[in-house]
């Protein structure tokens, strides 16, 4: 399916219930996943939003050279989480049946793509958790901030689905291959003290850190 179809599909869904959530460009350098009553899950809307925030920081990483700043990606604190994959409820038209599926994952593997590939560094600040689709978010950024009583969970196999965001495919050039499959295929989380945080973790932030990115910043210096 190409990419436009699936975003037709996808839009249709958001048409077809009320808006929930949203993915907003704070500044050029934070993009805030917001959907308080759904654990910071991708509704449609949401996940029309973060297409179009790909599309403009490409925009901004053309046009200002000096874009050094990283990125930081960050779920809304009132929803506690950093993001718990699909919104399953809204997402409903959608994940009935198989062209809505493909549609969901074509989309979200473009934008994921695309964020990935932006020539700057992109930090995913991660509190609460990262879940399913939003673990696959969390492998579209260069660095890995977790905060310490957090964890990163493929939790799709407890959900007879498979990752179709990419997140399979990055999570495979992230560990060693057998490893990826085993955490997908077991849903093992991921915690600042499991053997394969090395891999993905770049960063553990206490909670009494006033910033959810401190070991970054010598990085700016
Ligand atoms: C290819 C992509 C496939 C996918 O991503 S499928 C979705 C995979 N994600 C999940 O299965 C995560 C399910 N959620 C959870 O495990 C927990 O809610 C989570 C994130 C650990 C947070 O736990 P808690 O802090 O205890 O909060 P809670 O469970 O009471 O949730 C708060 C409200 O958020 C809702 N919620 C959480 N995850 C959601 C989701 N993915 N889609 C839709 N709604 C979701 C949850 O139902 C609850 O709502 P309510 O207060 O009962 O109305």
């Not at 925009?59 to 399953?88: N, S, T, W």
């Not at 673990?135 to 009583?149: F, G, H, S």
């Not at 499991?194 to 993905?200: E, I, N, Q």
């Not at 770049?202 to 401190?214: H, N, R």
Request: some cysteine.
């Amino acid at each position: 399916m190409a990419v436009a179809a699936a975003r037709c599909v996808v839009a249709a869904a958001a048409a077809m219930g009320p808006t929930r959530g949203r993915v907003r460009l704070r500044s050029p350098t934070e993009v805030m996943v917001s959907n308080v009553e759904a654990a910071n899950a991708m509704s449609p809307t949401m996940m029309l939003d973060f297409a179009d925030v790909v599309t403009e920081l490409e925009g901004y990483a053309e046009d200002a050279q000096g874009l050094v700043d990283p990125l930081i990606i960050r779920g809304d604190p009132k929803g506690r989480v950093f993001c718990a994959g699909a919104d399953v409820k809204a997402c409903a038209p959608l994940l009935a049946d198989a062209d809505g599926r493909m549609a969901m994952a074509t989309l979200m593997h473009d934008t994921l793509s695309r964020l990935h590939a932006l020539p700057l560094l992109v930090v995913a600040a991660i509190d609460g958790g990262a879940f399913g689709g939003g673990a696959e978010l969390a492998t579209a950024a260069d660095v890995r901030v977790l905060a310490a009583d957090a964890r990163i969970v493929f939790v799709h196999a407890t959900r007879g689905m498979s990752p179709g965001w990419g997140g399979a495919a990055r999570l495979k050039r992230l560990l060693p291959p057998e490893a990826a499959m085993r955490l997908i295929l077991t849903a093992t989380p991921i915690t600042p003290d499991s053997p394969w945080a090395p891999w993905l973790v770049d960063c553990v932030a206490q909670a009494d850190d006033a910033s959810p990115t401190p070991a970054l910043w010598p990085i700016g210096d």
